[in-house]
């Protein structure tokens, strides 16, 4: 029996007459970190959409934690895996208190009860966003809105997080601190697959990182395996110069060189390394 | 933010809401019971209530008092109709009379009204108003969806078209269809908005379906919080978006009709007491609905109270007084959402 929570088998998906991913083929175990990387309109959101059940693919199968997807129900999804979108859609002047309270309620009756509101607070004070309960969340910085959402992402315990660029916008200090949140979540058995766009921070903090361009999966690999292959630099169509610091790859974007010829494609002596 | 700078002028304090907003439904029972087109002091009321061959105690207790108490049910249902709209459609300028549905329940009502040969009885009456509210509303929303201004001024661009080509309809069916039987100017007083005077028997039973109502819209809480969040976290929160939404414009023109039958088109009730409550105790659905349903009927007593003392013996359309009132409060709404 098979140990992984998401499995994707030839998933095909379009809008229209414009194909957005084609053969997706993942296969992904309980407590990975997964960056899911590439250029801009690689097809990553969409991915990652087609894996939390809020799309569906043209063909293919998706399953969760062996259920096929299509046949599960909003609320068998919801209590598996939560979605932190790109944007936050947040329509009216929720306070932090109301939308960590409406995350953690599970019916319509557990919203009034002390329960829900113990459990907001419970979970503000793991986060560290105490501080920040009775603040309206339209009036909050970016880094302390990321903070937030990822903290009512995670309040009902789900195995799997699928977060799409938590980390964009936000600076340095607040990047390090919300992927150590994840990080260390998936060491107590979260699975999360992370769309990313700093190959560092991916390399630094995934176990995996994979490469989408043109909707397909053009490496996979392990992050240290990834962040050394050439291959990296023709889909993202720029030389990186790979520095060494304490065991860690720093990729430089090296603005000198020319573009990477085509020919640097695809080619990889590692044997570790999936480079499709 | 509008919202820090209206709390402290418009409300003394956010403690024991339950209290003050008891107290306000209260207050406002007893001055639209003491206000009509003959003003009765508290004191004169209290005596009159006490003596039992007073001609005017019977007049209290068979003819004002219900109307007071359907006049709060009708502001009851426009207020949570007003909740949901703007929830559900994420547009702080949602309400029942802008969307439309007001007017195609006015139209259903009218139909009802003037066929009554076709429409026998008094079942029909709420019946077809619930029609043409629910088909009304059905038809804006897809009209603003295929134009893709779903969440925008479009929708309520759609409803104020939608309302005026009904009030076309209207107006043609009340032409073409009066005779001796139907008296024209009843109708045209209801569509200009007026509460009706029931017997105590049909004001329980309109009681009744308002407090089923409240209930089915309370229901409808956690989601609409849920959809507050985003369409694509309320489904990964396992909200079935579309199926909700149907449900949700299902419920609120029901109360919607429930409202247009016995108060006829009352407009921006929905709108203004709705943004009111939000303001003094925020967005959260479940203590929005319950405080905008009563803060609605309580308010609607008092204009009610209004229009049946301003020029007595007549009665100033009570559509006419609230949109004296909503008409600046939208333009207000419409200017800070276009600075958005």
């Not at chain 1, 969409?46 to 599960?72: C, F, H, P, Q, W």
Request: net charge neutral; proline share 5%.
């Amino acid at each position: 029996m098979s140990t992984d929570i998401i499995e994707a088998r030839k998933i095909h998906a379009s809008a229209g007459q414009k194909l957005l991913l084609s053969d997706i083929n993942l296969s992904v175990p309980q407590g990975q970190f997964v960056a899911l990387v590439g250029p801009n309109g690689a097809g990553k959101s969409t991915l990652l959409k087609l894996l939390s059940g809020l799309v569906y693919a043209d063909s293919g199968e998706i399953t969760l934690s062996g259920s096929n997807i299509a046949r599960m129900k909003p609320a068998e999804i919801s209590a598996l895996l939560s979605y932190l979108p790109q944007r936050s859609e947040i329509y009216w002047n929720y306070r932090v208190s109301d939308i960590l309270e409406i995350h953690s309620a599970t019916d319509s009756l557990s919203l009034t009860t002390a329960h829900a509101v113990f459990s907001a607070y419970d979970h503000a004070k793991a986060f560290d966003i105490e501080q920040l309960i009775d603040r309206q969340f339209k009036t909050l910085s970016g880094g302390e809105q990321a903070r937030v959402l990822l903290a009512a992402c995670l309040i009902s315990s789900p195995s799997i997080l699928l977060a799409d660029e938590p980390a964009a916008a936000l600076d340095v200090s607040h990047q390090l601190q919300l992927l150590k949140t994840i990080k260390d979540r998936t060491s107590d058995g979260l699975t999360a697959i992370v769309v990313m766009h700093d190959l560092n921070l991916a390399t630094r903090f995934a176990d995996r990182i994979i490469v989408l361009n043109n909707g397909k999966i053009q490496i996979d690999g392990a992050s240290r395996e990834v962040s050394l292959s050439p291959a990296l630099d023709h889909h993202f169509d720029v030389y990186f110069q790979r520095l060494s610091h304490e065991q860690q790859t720093i990729l430089v974007p090296d603005f000198h060189s020319a573009r990477p010829a085509d020919k640097l494609a695809s080619t990889s002596t590692n044997p570790l390394l999936k480079v499709v | 933010m509008m919202s820090h700078y209206l709390r402290p002028a418009l409300f003394v304090s956010h403690r024991h809401p339950a209290v003050m907003i008891a107290m306000a439904v209260v207050s406002c029972f007893v001055i639209s019971a003491w206000l009509g087109s003959e003003i009765l002091s508290p004191a004169t009321m209290w005596h009159t209530l006490n003596n039992p061959d007073s001609v005017m105690r019977t007049l209290i207790l068979q003819w004002r008092i219900p109307r007071v108490l359907t006049t709060f049910c009708v502001g009851a249902c426009l207020g949570m109709a007003g909740v949901i709209f703007q929830g559900v459609f994420r547009n702080p300028l949602a309400e029942p009379h802008l969307l439309g549905s007001a007017s195609g329940a006015s139209v259903g009502a009218a139909i009802a009204l003037m066929m009554p040969a076709l429409f026998p009885g008094p079942f029909f009456l709420p019946i077809m108003a619930f029609a043409g509210a629910w088909l009304t509303t059905l038809l804006v929303v897809s009209l603003a969806r295929v134009a893709r201004v779903e969440s925008g001024f479009g929708l309520i661009l759609a409803g104020v078209a939608i309302a005026a080509l009904l009030a076309a309809v209207r107006g043609l069916i009340m032409l073409t269809l009066s005779d001796d039987a139907v008296s024209l100017q009843v109708i045209l007083s209801w569509t200009l908005g007026g509460i009706q005077t029931p017997t105590w028997q049909e004001f329980f039973l309109f009681m009744l379906l308002t407090i089923i109502g409240f209930i089915l819209c309370l229901r409808l809480a956690r989601g609409l919080d849920i959809l507050g969040l985003g369409s694509d976290t309320a489904r990964n929160m396992g909200l079935d978006v579309t199926r909700f939404m149907h449900r949700s414009v299902l419920i609120a023109a029901a109360v919607t009709a429930l409202a247009v039958v016995w108060g006829g088109l009352i407009g921006f009730i929905g709108l203004v007491i709705p943004h009111m409550i939000r303001w003094w105790l925020g967005p959260r659905h479940h203590r929005l609905m319950i405080y905008s349903a009563l803060a609605s009927g309580a308010a609607l007593m008092v204009f009610d109270g209004v229009a049946r003392s301003i020029m007595p013996p007549a009665e100033i359309p009570l559509g006419l007084l609230t949109a004296l009132l909503g008409a600046p409060f939208f333009l207000f709404i419409l200017t800070k959402e276009a600075r958005r």
